[in-house]
């Protein structure tokens, strides 16, 4: 690689010095004299004159040139360190100068209790605001000076906090990290802010359909912790405080539930920095995650309006049974999907299953795509859709229909190895990214205790055939259906009938 790009700057040098001698450019005699004696518009580069470029092959004075990279670099390997407390830390180094450290808490909404409901998300939101030891104004100005980025994200099962910047500014980046999810102050006002917020952002949820159908068909699919809401129910805003959070933290954020995991980062120092800030932590025995059972269900709100929008779903297994998730994951992208209107540009998804097959076909049908929600121990596979009122029994009916013709066996060889080639290249390319290399790390360290290789994973979805597919899609579809419609669902058939399209 490194090679073409020298041989094509070689042969940009030989266009460059043909073009610029001065007789090309004199339009006159005298001009062309002139051009002799006086320097060429590019002599503050070469140094020379206009007359005799100076030639790009010679070395700039007091200029050393780095090393050339070789043409195969080969991966870092990933240290895992496990503290005395519990906690482990994880690392690996790149290339690149920039890091991405990441603190990852065996800690999401199906930890909470129905007096903590709302906590994750509240959490989420207080993520690097004032702390004990810094007021919220000190602590952004601190991550401003080195360049810093911030996030943190609250799932179902685990919560993040992550800072990425510079790799010169590890310590400083792993002390802020640390400060904040260990000394959060919850000042009343700051969690007061933040509650109102909240709010606001519950109340959108209603204006995104197919994130409030998602959220409902946990709900409605699963009995126990999975149930719980991800986002805080509007009964929980007014109950929600300081205190309360405290208390949750203190319960669920200790040592062996969390994972300090970086990408571009030295172990040695990393540990060397991060050991004396986090060994204190508690040494509490690693809760048993809470059970949940899926039992399949129906959910429905009429809210009028011109379209329908239904999902439909199965349970697949967890992360835990890793040839059925990775083929959940095939599956998902197999069957594709999207809008009607492409914002990605025209042909955007449209070779997919559902994209063929359903949105070309009929125009009724606005959105038809399929998603998968993938849990430790369970799952969910589905489709979801929109159309018009009066289509809603028919497009709920083309899911059904389309999802049997994969279980039996319609899929050919070209569309799983375009399934296939999409998926190895989706992960491949998030694993380009430092934060999503990071977050990798320290979210399989959560599930798995290890890192496993990707390699392993790109085997897994090669070694997939088309009776794979076709077995598993037959087995996730005779399970119990959960049904979720939202909008206009007075023609949404009952749940016994959409459930017989499936058997």
């Not at 360190?81 to 890091?99: D, Q, R």
């Not at 790799?167 to 000042?187: C, G, H, Q, W």
């Not at 949750?248 to 990408?263: G, K």
């Not at 419609?485 to 016994?496: H, I, K, N, R, W």
Request: one cysteine or more; aromatic letters at 8%; charged letters at 20%.
């Amino acid at each position: 690689m490194y090679r073409t790009a020298a041989s094509r700057a070689k042969a940009l040098k030989g266009v460059l010095t043909r073009s610029l001698r001065p007789a090309r450019y004199a339009s006159s005699s005298a001009v062309a004299s002139t051009s002799s004696s006086t320097p060429g518009y590019l002599s503050w580069l070469s140094g020379g004159s206009g007359a005799s470029l100076t030639s790009l092959d010679m070395p700039l004075q007091g200029v050393s040139l780095p090393p050339p990279l070789p043409d195969k670099v080969e991966p870092s390997k990933l240290q895992i360190t496990t503290l005395p407390n519990g906690l482990k830390i994880a690392s690996e180094t790149s290339p690149n100068p920039a890091a991405s450290i990441g603190l990852y808490v065996d800690c999401g909404s199906i930890y909470e209790a129905p007096y903590f409901h709302g906590a994750t998300h509240l959490l989420e939101r207080m993520a690097f605001k004032s702390t004990l030891n810094r007021t919220h104004f000190r602590l952004v100005r601190e991550i401003e000076a080195i360049g810093g980025n911030t996030s943190a994200s609250a799932s179902r099962e685990q919560m993040s906090y992550t800072i990425d910047a510079l790799k010169t500014y590890v310590p400083e980046m792993v002390e802020v990290l640390i400060d904040s999810v260990r000394n959060p102050a919850f000042l009343d006002w700051e969690v007061n802010e933040e509650l109102r917020k909240m709010k606001v952002e519950v109340a959108e949820l209603a204006k995104n359909p197919m994130g409030f159908l998602l959220e409902a068909i946990h709900s409605a699919g699963y009995s126990g912790a999975l149930a719980s809401p991800l986002y805080a129910p509007e009964s929980a805003l007014d109950r929600l405080n300081g205190e309360l959070l405290e208390e949750f933290m203190t319960e669920n954020f200790t040592a062996a539930r969390m994972v300090l995991a970086a990408s571009g980062v030295e172990h040695e120092e990393l540990l060397k920095v991060a050991e004396p800030l986090i060994s204190d932590l508690p040494n509490v025995p690693r809760q048993v995650e809470p059970k949940s059972q899926y039992v399949g269900g129906d959910f429905r709100q009429h809210t009028g309006g011109e379209a329908t929008h239904f999902a439909v779903a199965f349970e697949v297994p967890g992360w835990n049974n890793e040839k059925e998730a990775v083929t959940a994951t095939v599956l998902q992208m197999l069957m594709g999907g999207g809008g009607s209107f492409s914002a990605g540009g025209p042909g955007k998804g449209m070779h997919s299953w559902l994209y063929r097959r359903v949105l070309n076909e009929y125009q009724e049908v606005q959105s038809c795509t399929a998603f998968t929600s993938i849990f430790n121990n369970t799952g969910l596979f589905g489709i979801y859709g929109c159309s018009s009122p009066e289509f809603a029994a028919k497009a709920i009916e083309l899911a059904a229909k389309e999802l049997k013709d994969v279980a039996g066996g319609k899929v050919n060889q070209a569309h799983l190895d375009r399934a296939k080639a999409a998926t190895k290249s989706a992960v491949l390319m998030n694993l380009e990214s430092r934060m999503i290399a990071a977050e990798d790390i320290g979210r399989q360290i959560l599930t798995y205790g290890e890192r496993k290789p990707v390699d392993q994973f790109l085997k897994t979805v090669d070694q997939l055939t088309l009776k794979d597919i076709a077995d598993f899609t037959s087995k996730v579809i005779s399970k119990p259906l959960t049904m979720g419609a939202f909008g206009d669902v007075l023609a949404v058939p009952s749940y016994d009938t959409i459930s017989s399209k499936f058997r």
